[in-house]
């Protein structure tokens, strides 16, 4: 495993692509999508999406992320008026699971009340979930890595196809529901979700993406879009709640950008790039707690990695723990300070040093969304209320490992 920049380099360098014996499990569960596809397959489906993650598509995702942020706000009030301690890991999911539906799926799925008509998006959640942390029971155990003895002669890998056939299922629906509804049109839609954009991109020979493939796309952002941001958002608001005077510089940064603006709910893109304190403690969360903790790839050809030539067939790690735990990188590692990424020190700093979206040609294409929903969330939370930890002398609980 690798965990310093100059290491890292040689690896991101070389473009291998990802082990197929590690990743083949994560696509049994999401298909063929940008995380686990490779070589001319990845890099022409990574080019027709990234007109769903331009400038001009995330200004207007914003309005999204205020109005799902907005709904769980006034679940909060309502129940602190109850009790002064709350829950949120449920509520963020939920809010994270709002946000990908309305965009990947341009569905309004009302999940985050949890009524009846959001069931079977709630059912789509349990069923994801499940999923996703069977790869934790399956990858060691060795007789799970047959696929046809794990689907035909497990307990376990029965129960898995079903659920995954019954996802598959509620994604076909979706798709298809909006491909009618845009046909329906009398004019031509510009994209406004990035199910929309999936449906109508081309590439330069006018070949569209198969309903397969926007299958796979689909599920992989559902998937990997809200589990992530939700989990990032739960250690964002335990690291406000554990540094009183950091959430305070925070709230005085926010503050003076939503007066500016009239309200939270007035906030757009242009707003959120004020908040520069924001974003630095955003990114020293994500340094203290990357979801994304390994990066694996197999070299193609013998590679000189610091003092070692490692021979092709080699599997390498990237280890974001280590990295981003590195003393010779980040002096006093455990200490939670973001003015390490104040612009000056990140100047002066490798930019291979910080990866929680990854690197190179597979970082992750939905980052600078991801940033911007975090940041309405951290605007809209902090204008409302004091973040306190029920207990204040709880210690950082243990690291959420997923491989990507």
């Known amino acids: 495993s690798v965990q310093h920049p100059d290491t890292i380099e040689a690896v991101v360098r070389a473009a291998a692509p990802k082990p197929s014996y590690l990743y083949g499990f994560l696509k049994d569960f999401v298909g063929n999508g940008l995380v686990t596809s490779g070589g001319k397959r990845h890099e022409r489906d990574r080019r027709l999406l990234t007109k769903a993650f331009s400038k001009e598509m995330l200004r207007g995702y914003v309005d999204v992320y205020k109005s799902a942020a907005a709904v769980m706000i006034d679940k909060w009030v309502k129940a602190a008026s109850e009790d002064s301690v709350l829950e949120v890991e449920q509520d963020l999911l939920l809010f994270s699971c709002d946000v990908i539906m309305q965009l990947g799926m341009g569905l309004e799925s009302d999940c985050q009340l949890e009524s009846g008509e959001s069931e079977p998006t709630i059912r789509y959640l349990e069923n994801a ?33 079903r659920r995954h056939a019954e996802i598959i299922a509620y994604c076909k629906g979706v798709i298809e529901a909006k491909r009618q509804d845009m046909e329906g049109d009398l004019q031509p839609r510009s994209a406004k979700t990035i199910l929309e954009s999936m449906l109508t991109v081309q590439d330069e020979d006018g070949r569209g993406l198969s309903d397969e493939e926007i299958v796979d796309h689909v599920n992989t952002f559902l998937d990997v879009g809200h589990d992530t941001t939700s989990i990032t958002l739960e250690w964002l608001l335990w690291f406000l709640g554990k ?38 403690v955003i990114r020293e969360t994500m340094r203290l707690s990357c979801v994304v903790s390994v990066i694996a790839r197999k070299l193609t050809e013998s590679t000189r990695i610091g003092e070692a030539v490692l021979p092709a067939d080699t599997i390498v790690q990237i280890t974001m723990l280590g990295l981003h735990d590195n003393a010779e990188v980040w002096p006093e590692p455990e200490k939670f300070d973001p003015d390490r990424f104040s612009p000056e020190t990140s100047a002066a700093r490798s930019p291979l040093a910080f990866l929680p979206f990854g690197a190179g040609a597979r970082s992750c294409i939905a980052r600078y969304m991801v940033m911007d929903e975090m940041k309405v969330i951290a605007a809209t939370v902090l204008s409302t209320f004091n973040v306190r930890l029920a207990n204040p002398d709880e210690e950082m609980p243990g690291y959420v490992v997923e491989v990507v």
């Open 243 to 280: 540094h009183q005077n950091i959430q305070e510089k925070c709230r005085d940064e926010i503050m003076s950008v939503v007066d500016e603006v009239g309200g939270a709910a007035n906030l757009q893109q242009k707003d959120l790039a004020k908040l520069q304190y924001v974003t630095q």
């Open 129 to 161: 979930r499940w999923l996703s942390a069977s790869l934790a029971k399956r990858i060691p155990n060795l007789l799970y890595h047959n696929n046809f003895i794990f689907f035909n002669f497990t307990s376990f890998g029965r129960e898995y196809a």
